[in-house]
T-cell receptor, first 119, second 113 residues
């Protein structure tokens, strides 16, 4: 298993450009999420999905879109890049999604990250 | 929003010593997890402890959870230079519909040979 893969590893954008960060997992996990990590801020949740066709916002969703058309893929789109989006982005997947009437999180498996710089 | 807060922010010890990190959170949780991040890498899961558990062990790691104080601690015994990393706690809040994992700001551990 490759686990969670992310592409690209590094990216430099100009303000106003758009791009898509790719994330894929081959573990058949239901739950996938995107985080950004800034110095001194820890990880902050951007968007997450508890299954194909189901997405929701996290703590810092503005400026980002996601979709989940397949179990394996969960791309993150930057609509119009801004310098404030300079960060390291991590994708994660988890084997736990719907459990009865509640969605429970479990062990998260992280990708290696994408370091994004917006000039 | 709920967030785990780790304490201390940074910890420097010698090889062979024990390292203790603490995490406090604000609201009731389903579970609490600890992760390690080596510089420039993704996070690696260490241990998960559920709200009805008080202590859990994994190798040299010992995690405790006190739900009455809304706090957890991670103890690394007989530390090694390879334990140098940042350590994060993450909590999964109860009763919020969709359960979201929220990370703290981390403790940077430096283990010197």
């Amino acid at each position: 298993n490759a686990g969670v893969t992310q592409t690209p590893k590094f990216q430099v954008l100009k303000t106003g450009q758009s791009m898509t960060l790719q994330c894929a997992q081959d573990m058949n996990h239901e739950y996938m999420s995107w985080y950004r990590q800034d110095p001194g801020m820890g990880l902050r949740l951007i968007h997450y999905s508890v299954g194909a066709g189901i997405t929701d916002q996290g703590e810092v969703p503005n400026g980002y879109n996601v979709s989940r058309s397949t179990t394996e893929d969960f791309p993150l789109r930057l609509l119009s890049a801004a310098p404030s989006q300079t960060s390291v982005y991590f994708c994660a997947s988890s084997p736990r999604g719907l459990a009865g009437a509640r969605y429970l999180t479990d062990t998260q498996y992280f990708g290696p990250g994408t370091r994004l710089t917006v000039l | 929003s709920q967030q785990g807060e780790e304490d201390p922010q940074a910890l420097s010890i010698q090889e062979g010593e024990n390292a203790t990190m603490n995490c406090s959170y604000k609201t009731s949780i389903n579970n609490l997890q600890w992760y390690r991040q080596n510089s420039g890498r993704g996070l690696v899961h260490l241990i998960l402890i559920r709200s009805n558990e008080r202590e859990k062990h994994s190798g040299r790691l010992r995690v405790t959870l006190d739900t009455s104080k809304k706090s957890s601690s991670l103890l690394i015994t007989a530390s090694r230079a390879a334990d140098t990393a940042s350590y994060f706690c993450a909590t999964d809040a109860m009763n919020t519909g969709f359960q979201k994992l929220v990370f703290g700001t981390g403790t940077r551990l430096l283990v010197s040979p």
